[in-house]
Nanobody, 124 residues
Framework: QVQLAEYGGGLVQAGGSLRLACAASGRTFVSYDMGWFRQAPGKERAFVAVITRSTSTTHYADSVKGRFTISRDNAKNMMYLLMETLKPEDTAVYYC?????????????????WGQGTQVTVSS
């Protein structure tokens, strides 16, 4: 089992940058694919990015490709999301998630563990 906690949300102007961090408890962090999801008001939680457990292969939603970068530090049990050139439509609660199952998942249902979320607000 793993427990997750997000850090680094806040208010930023459009065009600005923000880096989110996700701290994971436990000794088996390397056993999980790690993902970022976001949920805007009135919308369903949506995939943002994923980084795999073994090769650190990354995949991104089309809406953030080229602007966001996901990374992980297995030695520190940490995952990050660097968000650049932020837009007002990036405003959402951002969640980190861990997947123990095999195969890359882009769906909420594919992840067994979730953090509490951190608010990101981008002003125009």
């Amino acid at each position: 089992q793993v427990q997750l906690a997000e850090y680094g949300g806040g208010l930023v102007q459009a065009g600005g940058s923000l880096r989110l961090a996700c701290a994971a408890s436990g000794r088996t962090f390397v056993s999980y694919d790690m993902g970022w999801f976001r949920q805007a008001p009135g919308k369903e939680r949506a995939f943002v990015a994923v980084i795999t457990r073994s090769t650190s292969t990354t995949h991104y939603a089309d809406s953030v490709k080229g602007r966001f970068t996901i990374s992980r530090d297995n030695a520190k049990n940490m995952m990050y999301l660097l968000m650049e050139t932020l837009k007002p439509e990036d405003t959402a609660v951002y969640y980190c998630a861990a997947r123990q199952g095999f195969g890359i998942s882009y769906n909420v249902q594919g992840y067994e563990y979730w953090g509490q979320g951190t608010q990101v607000t981008v002003s125009s």
